[in-house]
């Protein structure tokens, strides 16, 4: 069963279209469930995301797909065959991008379009229908996702933070190193200093001499 369908931009993970389709039972949590969508969405911009992916969730899975400036996500039961949830997401993504790519990039506020859930609905009804002729029709468009990653939600949602850490660190050593090369010119700037002012007494101090005693 697929509990909620979300499309978000990628550059920002601001979301576009919602549809929740799990009803009010709280057993699905939907609350803490939606705000770990929230938090995958933000992570797409990073370097190496992969386009393509299915995250762990305790008994649920996100299956999300990236096209183009925007990502269509999925949170399924974990029994739910990933080949509908990706075909299924294939199928919102491509009608969402011909509605609406022209207007992605300008949208200022979230769930700007609203009017996109009866597609969504249209589409869910024919990816979960479990009638064979049904399901037979839809086979023919299902694609290949046994290279698909699978992973966990919590190293999905702190990758990154070790790069990050890394990234200061070496920004803290470049700092350092300036640091050092200015005080080493500064330090070579005093010495140089320091050797014109003595070679210039030595000089002053030879001449009076001469004059004294020549």
Do not use: W
């Not at 920002?12 to 929230?38: F, R």
């Not at 999925?74 to 739910?80: P, R």
């Not at 050092?180 to 002053?204: F, H, P």
């Amino acid at each position: 069963m697929v509990l909620l369908t979300l499309v978000a931009r990628v550059r920002d993970g601001l979301i576009l279209a919602t549809s929740i389709e799990g009803g009010d039972d709280p057993d699905h949590n939907m609350v803490k469930l939606t705000t770990q969508a929230k938090m995958l969405f933000k992570k797409l911009h990073q370097p190496n995301t992969p386009s393509v992916q299915s995250v762990e969730s305790g008994a649920f899975v996100f299956h999300y797909l990236i096209k183009d400036s925007i990502c269509a996500l999925a949170l399924c039961e974990q029994q739910f065959p990933r080949r509908v949830a990706f075909a299924y997401l294939e199928d919102i993504a491509n009608e969402f991008l011909s509605q609406n790519a022209h207007k992605v990039d300008t949208v200022t506020r979230p769930y700007h379009f609203l009017d996109f859930d009866p597609y969504i609905q249209q589409a869910k009804r024919k990816y979960m229908d479990r009638n064979r002729q049904a399901m037979a029709a839809v086979n023919s468009e299902l694609q290949d996702v046994t290279r698909i990653m699978v992973s966990n939600i919590e190293d999905v949602l702190h990758r990154g933070e070790a790069l990050t850490m890394l990234d200061s660190r070496a920004a803290d050593l470049r700092d350092l190193s300036q640091k050092y090369r200015e005080d080493a010119r500064k330090l070579n700037n005093k010495s140089a200093m320091k050797i014109m002012i003595a070679v210039g007494v030595s000089l002053i101090l030879f001449v009076l001499l001469r004059f004294f005693y020549f």
